[in-house]
């Protein structure tokens, strides 16, 4: 069965810091892989996602991530983050019809 | 425009009791997903419609669990005889195809069951 692992549970920055958050994923084929956000009392929301073509992703808010395949990795990077960026970030593949999510990583940015 | 909206917010009932919990999709979304989260884990995939029809529902835990889509749109998830291990957040998704398009999730149902 495809699977999505995510390898830092916690992450705590300072303001300003760089950001890299790692996902890699068990599916071998042609994949769909997408980041979400969750921010504190609100919905998931989609940050960004990749289909095909150039493998650098940019999304909302200054994040982008990387698709290396020989890798099966999809890590998240956002060069300088804010307060603002604290939040739960999911990754997660697309296949079969389904979104299958990785465990998570609670982000904490302290001012 | 309207998100996905899920009710009621937050549901508690007692153990043994048979729960119903409801999405309204995203106009024009013909897929439906159900997930569920506990704390500190990611969501975890329950069962999709593609229109009116459950295309997978591979991730209902046991027979317990049910959900229906009869008109397309509205769906509705069933519990009989939950059991405090049911406690969680269940998230409703909806999507314009299962072909990755971006999932639209609403804010979740928190079910407890003492």
């Known amino acids: 069965a495809q699977s999505v692992s995510q390898h830092n549970h916690h992450v705590i920055l300072s303001e300003a810091a760089s950001l890299e958050l790692g996902c890699n994923y068990s599916y071998g084929g042609t994949v769909n892989l997408f980041w979400y956000v969750q921010y504190p009392g609100q919905h998931l929301q989609l940050l960004l996602k990749y289909f095909s073509g150039d493998p650098l992703v940019k999304g909302i808010k200054g994040f982008e991530a990387e698709f290396i395949k020989s890798k099966f990795s999809f ?16 990754c997660a593949v697309f296949n079969t019809g389904k979104l299958i999510f990785g465990q998570g990583t609670t982000l904490q940015v302290k001012p | 425009g309207a998100g996905v909206s899920q009710t009621p917010s937050n549901k508690v009932t007692e ?100």
């Open chain 1, 75 to 90: 890590n998240l990077r956002k060069p300088s983050v804010q307060w603002s960026d604290t939040a739960e970030y999911f």
């Open chain 2, 15 to 114: 153990k043994g009791k048979y729960v119903e919990l409801r999405c309204d999709p995203i106009s024009g979304h013909t897929a439906l997903y159900w997930y569920r989260q506990s704390l500190g884990q990611g969501p975890e995939f329950l069962i999709y419609f593609q229109g009116t029809g459950a295309a997978d529902d591979s991730g209902l835990p046991n027979d317990r669990f049910f959900a229906v889509r009869p008109e397309g749109s509205v769906s509705t998830l069933k519990i009989q005889r939950t059991e405090r291990g049911d406690s969680a957040v269940y998230l409703c998704a909806s999507s314009f195809g299962p072909k990755g398009s971006p999932l639209h999730f609403g804010n979740g149902t928190r079910l407890t069951v003492t």
